[in-house]
C-alpha cells in the first residue's frame, strides 16, 4: 500500500513540474519507473481519476488563474495548457468552467477546477462499520487547517468555490455545531457542513484514499440524526452529462438521494437531490 502511495505520488509531482508539456500514461510511467498499466490503476483508486483527467483539469486552474491575474494573450495561455488551437482551447474551457475564457478573464474572479493532490502517505486501514456517533464528532477551530485541506482536495467537487468567504461561513458552522468532521490523525478524512433549519449539506467532502470504507454512508447516517424525523436531506451536484463532474453525482445518488430540481448557483448549472428521512419510517439505515 505504501509503495502504491509513493508511485501516485510521484505521478503526481511529474505531472505537477511538466504541465506544460506533453503529457500521457506511458510517459508519465516511464518517467516514475513504473509499469502504465498498473501505474493506471493505482493512480484512478487512488485519485478517482486517470492521469489524462487529472492533468487535464490542473492545466485548466492554471490557465484560469494565467486569465485572471496575467495580461498574457489567451492564444497563449491556450498552448500552454497544451491546446493547438485557441477554438480547442475555449470549447473545452467552457466545458468544465461554463463560459468562454474571455468572459471568466473579464469577470476577474479565479476559483480552482482542480488543485494539487496532496496524499496522506500512512492511511490507517478501516476495519469493520464505522460508529458514526463516535467517529464523526463537531469540527473545531484547531481542525480548520487540516478540514481546508481536505476541502483543497476535494474542490473538484465544487464549482466556483470561494475561500475566503468559504472561511467565514465555516466559521459559523463550527460555532453552531454543524460541521463534522472524521479524522485519521491529524488528517481529515470526512467532513460535512449542514443547516439543520433547511435540511441541507451545505459541503460534504471524503478524502480520495478512503473512499469505498462506508465514510460518506456514516456521514449520511450522523446528520440524519441530528434532524427531526421531518425534515428531508438535500444537497446539489453537478447535472446529469456535465463534463467537469469527476463523479460526485453518482456518488450522490449511491448514498440513495433522489433527484429533484435543476438550479443554478453562482451563475454554474446545478441539481437538487433528496433524501428522505428514513427515521420517518422506523429505518433509521442509509
Request: aromatic share 10%; charged share 25%; with cysteine.
Amino acid at each position: 500500500m505504501l509503495h502504491h502511495i509513493e508511485n501516485v505520488a510521484a505521478a503526481i509531482q511529474f505531472i505537477e513540474t511538466h504541465l506544460t508539456e506533453k503529457l500521457d500514461l506511458e510517459g508519465v510511467a516511464a518517467a516514475v519507473h513504473y509499469s502504465k498499466y498498473h501505474l493506471h490503476r493505482i493512480f484512478v483508486s487512488t485519485v478517482g481519476m486517470t492521469i489524462h483527467d487529472y492533468a487535464q483539469r490542473r492545466r485548466l486552474t492554471e490557465a484560469a488563474k494565467l486569465l485572471v491575474f496575467s495580461d498574457r494573450p489567451i492564444i497563449e495561455i491556450a498552448l500552454l495548457a497544451g491546446y493547438e488551437s485557441q477554438q480547442a482551447f475555449t470549447d473545452t474551457f467552457r466545458a468544465m468552467y461554463k463560459k468562454a475564457p474571455g468572459q471568466f478573464r473579464d469577470e476577474g474572479e479565479f476559483y480552482p477546477l482542480q488543485l494539487r493532490y496532496e496524499l496522506h502517505a500512512s492511511p490507517t486501514p478501516v476495519k469493520g462499520e464505522i460508529d458514526w456517533r463516535r467517529d464523526i464528532v463537531p469540527a473545531a477551530e484547531r481542525d480548520i487547517p487540516a478540514w481546508m485541506a481536505l476541502v483543497r482536495m476535494v474542490v473538484d467537487g465544487f464549482p466556483h468555490l470561494n475561500e475566503a468567504e468559504y472561511l467565514r461561513t465555516l466559521h459559523r458552522r463550527i460555532q453552531e455545531k454543524r460541521a463534522l468532521i472524521m479524522k485519521d490523525g491529524e488528517v481529515a478524512i470526512g467532513i460535512l457542513a449542514f443547516c439543520p433549519e433547511m435540511g441541507s449539506i451545505d459541503f460534504f467532502g471524503i478524502h480520495p484514499q478512503y473512499r469505498d470504507r462506508g465514510i460518506a454512508q456514516a456521514f449520511v447516517r450522523r446528520v440524519l440524526d441530528e434532524l427531526t424525523e421531518q425534515t428531508p436531506v438535500s444537497i446539489t451536484t453537478f447535472r446529469e452529462g456535465d463534463k467537469a463532474d469527476p463523479g460526485h453525482r453518482a456518488v450522490i445518488k449511491s448514498l440513495g438521494f433522489a433527484e429533484a430540481e435543476l438550479l443554478t448557483e453562482f451563475g454554474y448549472p446545478t441539481q437538487r437531490f433528496i433524501l428522505r428521512n428514513k427515521q420517518t419510517e422506523g429505518d433509521g439505515d442509509v
